[in-house]
Nanobody, 124 residues
Framework: QVQVEESGGGLVQPGGSLRLTCVAS????????IGWFRQAPGKEREFVAA????????AYGDAVKGRFTISKDNAKNTGYLQMNNLKSEDTGVYLC?????????????????WGQGTQVTVSS
């Protein structure tokens, strides 16, 4: 059974930084793609970033490109989302998703396994 758990969320001022962590178990993390999504109240789930097997191939949503960085540490079964220059519109629940696959996808339906999410609030 695959389990996914996020951590690292919190309250941060605009312009600040946070690093989210995603730990996955029950699958070969080195043969898996990791995706980060976010959801704000009343809005659809939004693609944030994804990284393939060894993190060599990545994709970012337009809203976060240049500010967020996704990475993977396969030895630790852990993925990261470094978020810099945070804005109020980045507020939401951030969810990590994984799939044992060789590709990348921005579509949340592509990912079968999800964590419960971690809250990120950007406010002064």
């Amino acid at each position: 059974q695959v389990q996914v758990e996020e951590s690292g969320g919190g309250l941060v001022q605009p312009g600040g930084s946070l690093r989210l962590t995603c730990v996955a178990s029950g699958l070969d993390f080195s043969e898996s793609t990791i995706g980060w999504f976010r959801q704000a109240p009343g809005k659809e789930r939004e693609f944030v970033a994804a990284a393939n097997l060894n993190g060599a191939y990545t994709a970012y949503g337009d809203a976060v490109k240049g500010r967020f960085t996704i990475s993977k540490d396969n030895a630790k079964n852990t993925g990261y989302l470094q978020m810099n220059n945070l804005k109020s519109e980045d507020t939401g629940v951030y969810l990590c998703a994984v799939k044992r696959a060789y590709g990348l996808s921005r579509n949340p339906a592509w990912y079968p396994d999800w964590g419960q999410g971690t809250q990120v609030t950007v406010s002064s």
